[in-house]
């Protein structure tokens, strides 16, 4: 089992940034990648970044690459997103996910974190 769970998020101006949190804690192991996902309102959840647990290489989805980077502490058990040059269409709901490399299926998610961008 993994728990994950997400802080960060909140309200800002189009332009500004923000940086997400997950901590992740129980069986955490190089055998996981960790992801962002975001739903908007009334749109399905979508891809965001990963990031592989052990390896750091890290996939964006084509929407985020060049304003958004994700990160890991793996001392700190946490993974991160920094969000710069937010545009009010990336306001959704933020989830943390963990995937084991044996399944192949984000199995655990967050709660999620409100990120809200004003125009």
């Known amino acids: 089992q993994v728990q994950l769970v997400e802080s960060g998020g909140g309200l800002v101006q189009a332009g500004g940034s923000l940086r997400l949190s997950c901590a992740a804690s129980?069986?955490?192991?190089?055998?996981?990648?960790l992801g962002w996902f975001r739903r908007a309102p009334g749109k399905e959840r979508r891809f965001v970044a990963a990031?592989?647990?052990?390896?750091?290489?890290?996939t964006y989805t084509d929407s985020v690459k060049g304003r958004f980077t994700i990160s890991r502490d793996n001392a700190k058990n946490t993974v991160y997103l920094q969000m710069n040059s937010l545009k009010p269409e990336d306001t959704a709901v933020y989830y943390c996910?963990?995937?084991?490399?044996?399944?192949?299926?984000?199995?655990?998610w967050g709660q999620g974190t409100q990120v809200t961008v004003s125009s």
């Open positions: 996910a963990a995937r084991h490399t044996v399944t192949n299926t984000y199995d655990y």
């Open positions: 129980g069986r955490t192991d190089s055998s996981y990648t």
């Open positions: 990031i592989g647990w052990s390896s750091g290489s890290t």
